[in-house]
Structures are given as structure tokens and as C-alpha cells.
């Protein structure tokens, strides 16, 4: 019998995650997913009987966005908003589930996504995209963007290895939590924001 050299489903996401690094480190900002240990810690600040509509900034591989879709409710949405069309790819072809909207864009057009998939509001938004190695302009577009479409008794989980990105949280939103997971290559700062 002949054995099969293709990967497994879970080494070609690394291998796509690594080769994406070297090509693009600025866009990722790490040679690995999040850890195990990371997801849980942000996934566990969100109320998930009143998440209707969660919105996710650089999906990646998906390490984050399968974990989101297996604690959703039946009838949520989750819109993952990818600037990697390789990543883009692998997704779509990865998970099949009704409730996932992949887009190919940049987390600056939310505010266009949202209303073009005739959605008002977002009850989440979790992000890992790599503040410090967007221009201060964008990043400021961003978080703009993001707290004007939160629900009001919504929030921002943001994951990150700096601290970059907390002025910007700390002028658009009233409350900015911070917690560090250590068990994480490398240890990540999570910042929970709230209107």
C-alpha cells in the first residue's frame, strides 16, 4: 500500500501560516497561530447567548475563527475580514459553515462589509491583526471604524505582542481592560474594549 505524502489538515495550515510569515512578516507579526492558551483567554470574555453578529480581523489559517464558530449560537453570523487572499483560500476551503462570511478586504472597510451583507451593527469585534505594523493613519481608521459600528453594549477583543494600539483604544473607547496570556509564542497582550 502506498502512503500518502500529503500533510495533515492541521501541518498544512502551519506550513501555510509559516511560508505567509516569511513572505509577509508585517502582516502577521508571528511565525505561529495563537495558541491554544490565547484563543481561550479571548474567546472567554464574549457573551455568547447575545453575540448575534461578531466580526473577525485577520482570520489567518482559522485557529481563532473555528473556536468562534464552535461557541456561536445557531443563528449567529461571523463575518472574517482577510487581506490574504492565500488565506482567503485555505478558509474557504476549510470550514463549511453557513454561519462564516469570508471576505477578501482589509479591516478598513468594515464599515462597506457590514453594509453591503446589510448589517447594521456588530455585538463583537475581535482582532489580531498587527497594529505596529500598520501606518498611524489606518490604524486610527480602524479602531474609528469599529467602535461606530459596535452595538452599544458591544466590545473589541484585541490580541497583540505590543502595545502599539492602546492609545487609539484609549481615545474611541470608555473602557480599555488589560490581561496578558504568558503561554503563547510570543506572550500576547489582550486588550477588551468597550464603548
Given at each position: 500500500?502506498?502512503?500518502?505524502?500529503?500533510?495533515?489538515?492541521?501541518?498544512?495550515?502551519?506550513?501555510?501560516?509559516?511560508?505567509?510569515?516569511?513572505?509577509?512578516?508585517?502582516?502577521?507579526?508571528?511565525?505561529?497561530?495563537?495558541?491554544?492558551?490565547?484563543?481561550?483567554?479571548?474567546?472567554?470574555?464574549?457573551?455568547?447567548?447575545?453575540?448575534?453578529?461578531?466580526?473577525?480581523?485577520?482570520?489567518g489559517v482559522g485557529t481563532m475563527t473555528e473556536k468562534i464558530?464552535?461557541?456561536?449560537?445557531?443563528?449567529?453570523?461571523?463575518?472574517?475580514?482577510?487581506?490574504?487572499?492565500?488565506?482567503?483560500?485555505?478558509?474557504?476551503?476549510?470550514?463549511?459553515?453557513?454561519?462564516?462570511?469570508?471576505?477578501?478586504?482589509?479591516?478598513?472597510?468594515?464599515?462597506?462589509?457590514?453594509?453591503?451583507?446589510?448589517?447594521?451593527?456588530?455585538?463583537?469585534?475581535?482582532?489580531?491583526?498587527?497594529?505596529?505594523?500598520?501606518?498611524?493613519?489606518?490604524?486610527?481608521?480602524?479602531?474609528?471604524?469599529?467602535?461606530?459600528?459596535?452595538?452599544?453594549?458591544?466590545?473589541?477583543?484585541?490580541?497583540?505582542?505590543?502595545?502599539?494600539v492602546l492609545p487609539y483604544l484609549e481615545s474611541h473607547f470608555?473602557?480599555?481592560?488589560?490581561?496578558?496570556?504568558?503561554?503563547?509564542?510570543?506572550?500576547a497582550r489582550i486588550f477588551y474594549c468597550t464603548p
Amino acid at each position: 500500500m502506498i502512503q500518502s505524502s500529503k500533510p495533515a489538515p492541521g501541518a498544512s495550515a502551519m506550513l501555510l501560516f509559516a511560508r505567509n510569515f516569511f513572505r509577509h512578516p508585517a502582516l502577521l507579526g508571528s511565525l505561529v497561530p495563537s495558541s491554544s492558551f490565547l484563543v481561550n483567554s479571548v474567546l472567554d470574555r464574549v457573551n455568547w447567548d447575545r453575540a448575534g453578529v461578531i466580526v473577525e480581523y485577520g482570520p489567518g489559517v482559522g485557529t481563532m475563527t473555528e473556536k468562534i464558530l464552535e461557541r456561536m449560537r445557531p443563528d449567529a453570523l461571523l463575518i472574517a475580514i482577510e487581506l490574504n487572499l492565500e488565506f482567503v483560500d485555505f478558509l474557504s476551503k476549510k470550514i463549511d459553515d453557513p454561519r462564516l462570511r469570508i471576505v477578501h478586504s482589509s479591516a478598513s472597510g468594515v464599515r462597506d462589509i457590514l453594509a453591503a451583507l446589510s448589517l447594521g451593527r456588530a455585538d463583537y469585534v475581535i482582532s489580531g491583526i498587527p497594529y505596529s505594523s500598520i501606518a498611524h493613519p489606518l490604524r486610527r481608521e480602524i479602531v474609528k471604524q469599529t467602535r461606530e459600528l459596535l452595538h452599544p453594549d458591544g466590545a473589541l477583543l484585541v490580541y497583540q505582542f505590543t502595545k502599539t494600539v492602546l492609545p487609539y483604544l484609549e481615545s474611541h473607547f470608555a473602557s480599555v481592560k488589560q490581561n496578558v496570556q504568558l503561554l503563547n509564542i510570543l506572550p500576547a497582550r489582550i486588550f477588551y474594549c468597550t464603548p
